[in-house]
């Protein structure tokens, strides 16, 4: 089963900009699509995560409205890692990141990665 490593997450100010990286120990054709949720500070359930977006192995790409325009979805095939191009951070953006990879359904997430914006 294909596991998934999240890393890039970190401190930044209002305004700034992080990369998060999704790395696959196979190949990330094992999945129709990859994408990210992330998780506030203060919500620990599973359910309370919000959907950020995702990318299918055709490079289609979606986006969640909170984040259209700020957030771009990447992925590397050859080095079989997904990334998160992240502009215009804004304090709200701050949470647990995960990324997570799918055939139907959700075959594997990302332990996730930590971001927090300072206002």
């Known amino acids: 089963q294909v596991q998934l490593v999240n890393s890039g997450g970190g401190l930044v100010q209002t305004g700034g900009s992080l990369r998060l990286s999704c790395a696959a120990s196979?190949?990330?054709?094992?999945?129709?699509?990859m994408g990210w949720y992330r998780q506030a500070p203060g919500n620990q359930r599973d359910y309370e995560r919000e959907w950020v977006g995702r990318i299918s192995s055709l490079n289609e790409v979606h986006y969640a409205d909170s984040v259209k325009g700020r957030f771009t979805i990447s992925r590397d095939d050859a080095k079989n890692t997904m990334y998160l191009e992240m502009n215009s951070l804004k304090p709200e953006d701050s949470g647990i990141y995960y990324c997570?990879?799918?055939?139907?359904?959700?075959?594997?997430w990302g332990q996730g990665t930590q971001v927090t914006v300072s206002s």
């Open positions: 997570y990879g799918a055939t139907r359904t959700i075959q594997a």
């Open positions: 196979g190949s990330i054709n094992t999945f129709n699509a």
